[in-house]
């Protein structure tokens, strides 16, 4: 056999907002092109990409799944991503690394708002979208509405290659707009169906819908356009190949109708596929980075190989599965592939074509395939790999922040031994799940996508590292500082048998701006501190400040200037002049007014219109302050600052006060002084906590 030719092979990412039938879509055409021998069902957890436990036991795509289908003569990589918010990060890796996406959308509740998230990538990424409108036998399903729909909110260039046959529970085929024929199903999951002539009630329809079609066909060229106003027949042939190029310019958006689990339209929309949407050869270069400049990267079949790892799975009979998509070249797997981004060779123990979670070995990769290699020691989510000399780099892929988050103890002394180890495997899995140790609340912070995705993550560290976690709220980092100056003599002074210790040092406090810091001042005139001791008392103090005088936090935005002081010849020492400075500290602060700080995050929440009015009323709830409210397309976008201390459970509040129709972000702005009323509670928190661990 030769070597496989690009323009054979389709890599496209399947992505939906949750439960509009992704993952049934994927299942009907592995069944359709007889990769599977029959249809597996969401509901029984018998779908061949949903197969870790966690997906079967909520019914919910968790991972980026691969299905390696074949059809007419061509490969076809479809990547099957979750569609619940949680798991967006697999959702941008999936359309980076594919040359179009296929939008599920369902007839029955239309555009939603992950819809709107996975159109937002495809124009960031520029890929052709071919829209697949599901569920178009169950009852309220409408494709004509669906489709107004589309054009409304995503693209006014949504035009249906394929009408419904049928209405709902009657829904029984389509038909091909543009070659005028009928293809009739029996309904019953099986893929037998009969080609006909378009039936009598649908010719006028199926007419003004080839119009419109060919109308957006010849805009893509301008040869053709010319023909066609002048009146001229243009062939089925010349339209066909006009049609691939408009899709490739993202001129038009094909829509094509059908129902997974009753399979009907599925094996039409498998011949788009292959027929009209692109290969790698009809993509752009990829553009890379060389030496800090920017180089192209043709999706060249005799080029240098290239590739991009876009997902890392820790499989628990294989061990460590790589996702990698080939960008240019050739491989076989006798060769050694060479991480530029680690400057290491790995070595290929096999190339796998993924159906779920079974791969079938093959010899070679060319530009455009999606393979997985099992066990490569370096290689992690975003690293550019090629053969030894490679020395340009794909862009990283750039995932969302985070925005819940949890504090995570371990349950045992053992635990604590084993976290950072199971942490850093599941980060190396998962580039949307951040870890840090707050130093200044000592708090280990765990941070993702949503509740789910972190209940998820810890149930994953206790299955397979055997690591017990308590979660908690994070703690507040506090801050403190003081709003009017001060003066303060610290002097300590210790007359033991032998050599006793003496430091005296006076220090006025006073307040800074805001983000300022800290600052000392060295004021003494005429030797009161013997120069060789100033740099202890800046030391006493800056060891003082961490743990301030109201709660415990630490003290900032103030200068201490050292003013004056006494020394004794033979009982000073840096020690006693340290002492001395923390003791000016703690009586100096307490009498300059010292307040609460809290950190001030910069919300931006985006929710449908019908839900502004509820965020806003729920940000006024929060201590927050509408800085503003744009709009984008049929979305509102409310900025906010809020308090962090607000905002922990944000995430779950959002969803359920949106129906899982909002999406928020949150960066750090500043710190503000916390209101009085709250400032008490958390100073008496502390109190109680310090008598706890006396």
């Known amino acids: 056999m030769g070597m496989r030719n690009p323009v054979d092979v389709r890599t496209f990412a399947i992505v939906a ?6 993952t049934s879509l994927t299942e009907a055409m592995l069944f359709d092109t007889g990769a599977i021998g029959r249809l597996g069902k969401v509901e029984d957890g018998t779908t061949t990409t949903d197969f870790t436990t966690e997906e079967q036991k909520r019914q919910i795509s968790i991972n980026l799944a691969v299905a390696t289908l074949r059809h007419k003569g061509k490969t076809l990589f479809a990547l099957d991503a979750p569609g619940f918010a949680d798991f967006i990060g697999d959702v941008r890796s999936s359309m980076r690394v594919s040359d179009s996406a296929v939008v599920v959308v369902s007839g029955v509740h239309g555009v939603e708002v992950q819809t709107e998230k996975d159109w937002e990538f495809a124009e960031d990424f520029q890929i052709p979208v071919l829209f697949f409108v599901s569920k ?4 309220n399903a409408d494709f004509e509405r669906t489709v107004g729909e589309l054009r409304k909110y995503m693209s006014e260039k949504v035009v249906p290659l394929y009408l419904p046959i049928g209405k709902e529970a009657s829904f029984k085929g389509v038909v091909d707009v543009l070659g005028g024929k009928a293809y009739l199903y029996k309904g019953d999951g099986s893929k037998e169906f009969t080609e006909g002539d378009v039936p009598a009630e649908m010719t006028e329809e199926a007419q003004s819908a080839r119009e419109a079609l060919v109308e957006r066909i010849v805009e893509a060229d301008d040869e053709l356009m010319m023909r066609y106003l002048d009146g001229e027949q243009i062939s089925g042939e010349e339209l066909s190949k006009a049609l691939r190029l408009a899709v490739a310019k ?6 094509v109708p059908g129902s997974s689990t009753a399979n009907v339209g599925i094996l039409q929309l498998l ?17 890379a980075g060389k030496n800090g400049e920017t180089v192209k990267i043709e999706p060249n079949p005799a080029g240098a190989f290239s590739a991009l790892c876009f997902k890392v799975m820790v499989d628990p009979y294989v061990g460590k599965l790589s996702f990698l998509r080939v960008f240019s070249g050739s491989l076989t797997s006798d060769q050694t592939l060479f991480n530029v981004n680690k400057g290491e060779e790995e070595r290929i123990s096999a190339f796998k074509f993924m159906k779920g979670k079974d791969g079938e070995d093959q010899k070679e990769v060319v530009c455009g395939d999606i393979v997985v290699i099992p066990k490569l020691h370096t290689t992690t989510v975003g690293d550019t790999l090629g053969v030894k000399g490679t020395n340009f780099q794909f862009p990283p892929i750039q995932f969302p922040l985070p925005i819940y988050s949890v504090a995570v103890t371990p349950k045992s002394r053992a635990d604590e031994d084993k976290l950072s180890n199971a942490i850093h495997r599941m980060r190396e899995e998962d580039a949307t799940l951040h870890f840090e140790k707050n130093p200044e609340t000592g708090d280990n912070v765990l941070s993702g996508m949503g509740d789910v995705h972190l209940d998820i993550v810890l149930s994953k560290i206790k299955d397979r590292y055997g690591v017990e976690l308590e979660t908690g709220t994070p703690k507040v980092p506090y801050r403190e500082t003081i709003k009017k100056p001060s003066k303060a003599q610290g002097k300590y002074k210790k007359q033991t048998g032998g050599r006793g210790q003496y430091g005296d040092a006076v220090i006025e406090f006073s307040p800074r701006d ?10 003494v005139v005429g030797g009161a501190v013997p120069k060789s001791f100033i740099p202890a008392v800046e030391k006493g103090l800056r060891e003082a400040l961490v743990k301030g005088v109201l709660a415990g936090f630490p003290t900032v935005d103030f200068t201490a200037a050292l003013v004056f002081g006494s ?12 002492i001395a400075a923390s003791m000016a500290f703690k009586k100096g602060i307490v009498e300059a007014s010292p307040i609460l700080l809290e950190p001030i995050m910069n919300a931006e929440v985006v929710v449908p219109e019908e839900y502004l009015g509820d965020v806003m009323g729920d940000f006024n709830s ?3 302050r509408i800085m503003g409210i744009d709009s984008r397309g049929r979305l509102q976008v409310v900025k906010a600052q809020v308090p962090l201390a607000e905002m922990f459970r944000y995430a779950i509040i959002l ?3 949106t129906s899982g129709r909002g999406s928020f972000t949150m960066s750090y702005s500043h710190y503000e002084e916390v209101p009085a009323e709250i400032a008490k509670k958390v100073i008496a928190a502390h109190k109680v906590e310090e008598e706890e661990e006396n």
């Open 136 to 139: 178009m036998d169950r009852e």
């Open 514 to 523: 805001r983000g300022a810091g800290f600052e000392f001042q060295d004021k």
């Open 655 to 657: 969803r359920s006060m």
């Open 567 to 578: 020394y004794h010849d033979v009982d000073s020492s840096e020690m006693a002049f340290k």
């Open 271 to 287: 011949d788009v596929l292959a027929d009209v949407m692109p290969s790698p050869l009809d993509m752009a270069a990829r553009e």
């Open 17 to 22: 907002h949750g439960g509009a039938g992704k």
């Open 250 to 255: 993202r001129t038009l958006f094909p829509a």
């Open 622 to 624: 929060r201590r927050g």
